[in-house]
């Protein structure tokens, strides 16, 4: 994807989607005018990063253009599923109330390379919100909270380093990273060591039917095979009811474990958690 333009990023980012400026009389139309180009490259920006941030779209190279509440986007994709898809993400920007779809589609589109190394704004944005995810994983669980786990994440792949108590721990750890929406692999430095220590201030932090309730949800939410599922969660002194419908017996299993594995949370009642097959 093309790099988003200096002065719409500025623009983003200074006055984060707020535009006041000042008016005098004297000066209304020339204000007018510096008003517009402002407002039309906060909006710009907003469009670079939303296809940026999209990762189906992100690959791609688009050209974009602001006039008042009109938008048009050039470039080229490979498919038309994308061109309408670039569309909808323009709308979907405040502001922005048209668009003129130019956007070429060609089946034989192919990617520039990048150098070696080189991660796309959306690509490390994606990485960004996978080691966020996992490490939030991490912290939630009981048998991996407080410990020293370093989680890096470059191009979907997750690597964890650091020290464990237990071969289970390392294994378990490996399980929450592969699990994690965006992760195409996971490398598992972590080394079991007897000498591996939790931190007691994050270990020994009380927690409540709420939390665990409120965890339990967003690790189910954060975990691949089930992130698209409707399951219920309540916590009532520690036991945390699973109600719901899930694809397989495989991802009930998941759920249970995930849920299990929550500080706070003393038995799991999965009952009324049911599979379609």
Do not use: C
């Amino acid at each position: 994807m093309n790099a988003i333009k200096p002065l719409a990023l500025a623009i983003l980012l200074v006055f984060g989607g707020s535009l006041a400026l000042p008016a005098a009389a004297a000066e209304k139309s020339a204000e007018k005018s510096l008003e517009q180009n402002l407002s039309d490259a906060n909006k710009e920006g907003r469009i670079w990063a939303s296809f940026a941030l999209n990762r189906h779209l992100n690959p791609f190279e688009f050209d974009v253009k602001v006039n008042g509440e009109t938008v048009t986007l050039g470039g080229t994709v490979d498919e038309s599923i994308d061109k309408e898809l670039a569309e909808q993400v323009a709308l979907g920007v405040s502001g922005v109330k048209k668009v003129v779809n130019n956007v070429k589609v060609d089946p034989d589109w192919a990617p520039k390379p990048r150098p070696a190394g080189e991660r796309s704004f959306g690509q490390a944005a994606e990485d960004a919100t996978i080691t966020a995810t996992v490490k939030s994983k991490l912290l939630w669980s009981e048998h991996t909270d407080g410990l020293d786990i370093n989680v890096d994440t470059a191009s979907g792949v997750v690597t964890l380093r650091g020290k464990v108590p237990t071969a289970e721990g390392k294994d378990l750890a490996a399980r929450y990273a592969a699990n994690t929406g965006g992760v195409r692999k996971v490398n598992n430095e972590l080394v079991v060591a007897s000498d591996a220590k939790r931190a007691a201030a994050s270990s020994e932090q009380p927690v409540t039917d709420t939390w665990v309730t409120a965890k339990v949800k967003s690790s189910l939410t954060l975990s691949r095979p089930l992130m698209d599922d409707d399951i219920d969660v309540k916590t009532v002194n520690g036991v945390v009811s699973l109600d719901g419908l899930v694809e397989t017996a495989a991802e009930k299993s998941l759920a249970i474990e995930i849920a299990d594995n929550i500080r706070g949370a003393k038995k799991v009642d999965a009952g009324g958690l049911k599979t379609r097959r």
